[in-house]
């Protein structure tokens, strides 16, 4: 049986009107295709809805068993057309957003005020994640949209740039270092260098410049998340090299951040979708605030 939603709306208006002519009219459709639907519905169901006579029509018992089934159908229609139209109207959905930390911490709030204000309605939670599963996160489908560092190789996605980045160094607030107005990599490894975990996009970067610079530190710690380095940088256990939208953050750790000289660390930061999962109507309007408030920018 493959009844559809026509024939069980016209079967519960004529319910509730018990009359073909009042449920035709509130129906929109002529007496004659009301009654056809009736019929064939029937057919379908296998015996008779209703009980009809030249004065009255009336729901047989197998037709009120039915009737609250049939209205419990297409109050679940209603309501689902209704949600999907407040989705497309952007007032209600969600939105599944990976990020790294370093953004997520920094630059993301104030762009999901933004939002927020825009689209009260509109749910977003925040994956704040290392750059590799954000990407990750992206290609499988677990994320709407990703936003990092721009890897070497995209793997599939599509990237919508809206800064660049460039690294700065931290060091110890009290550190004769710190008030210098640029930092060579020479004195900065001349600190024991607190690096992120090996294997990371940041790590590479950073152990590519020092070989460029042709230096090494001379003590290595390793931590796995920025606000870690930060913390350890300003108690005096060594330097690093951060991403410079992270300065806000050092300095309020009580970390010192100085700009550096050759070789630089430049990267940068986007939003990453993939094409096999196209993003939401939601979504999208994310990335036009995102886009609004970072795109032609140097920096957050």
Known sequence: MDL????????ATLAQCNSFAEASEQLHITQPALSTAIKNMEIQAGGKLFNRSTRRIELTAEGRDFLPVARRLIDAYDAALDDLG?????QQGRIQVAVMPSF???ALPGALKHFRDAHPGINVSVLDIVMEDTLQAVRDGDADLGITFEPEQLMGLEFIPLFSDRFTAVVPAHSPLAE?????WQALCELPFIAMNRG???RTRTERAMQDAGVSPVQLLEAT?????GRMVATGLGGS????LCSAQMTELGARC??????LIEARVGIFVSPRHPPSTAAAALIEVLLATFGSATGP
């Not at 210098?180 to 060579?184: F, G, P």
């Not at 100085?258 to 070789?263: D, E, F, G, S, T």
């Open 86 to 90: 407040r989705a497309f109207r952007l």
């Open 241 to 244: 090299v951060v991403p410079s």
């Open 4 to 11: 559809s939603l026509r024939q069980i709306r016209a079967f």
């Open 200 to 202: 990371s996009w940041t």
């Open 225 to 229: 998340q920025l606000a870690t380095i």
């Open 258 to 263: 100085v700009p550096l000289a050759q070789p």
């Open 104 to 106: 997520a911490m920094n």
């Open 180 to 184: 210098q107005s640029s930092l060579a």
